[in-house]
């Protein structure tokens, strides 16, 4: 039996129908051309999509494409410039001089314009005027250049500007007094004030800071009149730095800070009573600023007052003592007094007690307090090199204090 092939191949669905999409050039019929055979300028034939390629490019063979098409122009950022247009620079000022006025209106539309010169016209208020950076820089670029490193400040001793403050403190309260004048009648005043100081601090506590200002101002001005009841006024001023309330305790220990700093010397026989009084009030106080006005009384002290009564007062009193604040505070006025009298001096007014010092310096420089240790290590370190320390350092000191200090000392 005879079989049809163009029936045969009519009923068979083709490979290659379905939508234009889907289908690719190499599923095309054969005669539908292909764009360009050239791979090198549309890239693999697998990769081209008819409908997809540019409207320029016309599907045909190469020998029908017209070699006459323009070819694309580039774009370009700027816009054409156009031939009448001047750049910005050349352009007209409002105004000229007049000559230059003459010129322009004698020019014809077709003329170029003339261009005004850089050094004709007026010229500018600040024309030669560089700017400041600029100026700086000119004027020393022929010198030196100087180091503009910033200066580092030496540290500050804290001990230093303690101190510093409290006399600062002190000379306000001197401005306090300073202008209410003296009294009339001072030996009256003087002993109402000792009266006054009696009372009660319970009830009449107030009353009591009055009187201990009003004896401020008799140490300030009436001193003749103090100086015959040193005695009397000391030991009412001890009650009152042992007070419970901080206001009179304050009060009292500021009288004491006067009485050192304008009778001075003549306070001699009363130095251990008030550093004795003062250490105990210290370690027992918790306020801050009574301790800035226990420190600043023991520094007048310390100051005007004979320097082996200073010593001997603070070592009975502070050294060897069990409170830290006092022990602490000893050891700052000791190396105050150093600070302040040198080596030299200390050893020759302290001829008696200069084994004492010693060793009570070394007991320092190994306490268990780092304040301690530290201001006794400094004091012990501007003794070193004095040949009377050397003997006492032989002869009294303790074998076992000594191999802790050989340490710092050799440094």
Known sequence: METNDDDDEASVPSRRSGPSHRRRPHFLPKKIPLACPDESAFG???KRHPHFLPKKIPLACPD????????????????PRQENCRPLKHRA????PNDQQNNMESCDDDDEVPVPSRSSG????????????????????????EDVTPKTKPPKNPATENRKRRADAMERLKDRHQDKGPYKDPEETLEQVLKDLELSDVDFWDKKVRTLDILQTLVMFNRPHVEQRIRVITVALIDQVSSKRTSLACAAVETLAMLAVYLKTKMDTEVGVMIEALLKRLGTGKEIYLKEKTNMALECISRNCSLSCNITALLDCGHGNKSDVIRTCTAEQLAYLVEMYGTDKMFDIMKFSSERIVV????MAVDRNPEVRHEGKQVMKTFVDHPEF????NAKVPTKNKSWMRKFLKD
């Open 64 to 79: 029908e494409i017209d070699d006459d098409l323009p070819e694309p122009s580039k774009p370009s950022g700027r816009p």
């Open 122 to 145: 007026p010229t500018p208020k600040y024309k030669n005027r560089r700017p400041k950076y600029q100026q700086d820089t000119m004027e020393t670029c022929d010198d030196e250049v």
């Open 93 to 96: 000022p409002e105004s000229y």
């Open 390 to 393: 050397k003997l006492i350092w």
């Open 360 to 363: 009570a310096l070394s007991e």
């Open 44 to 46: 693999p034939s697998h």
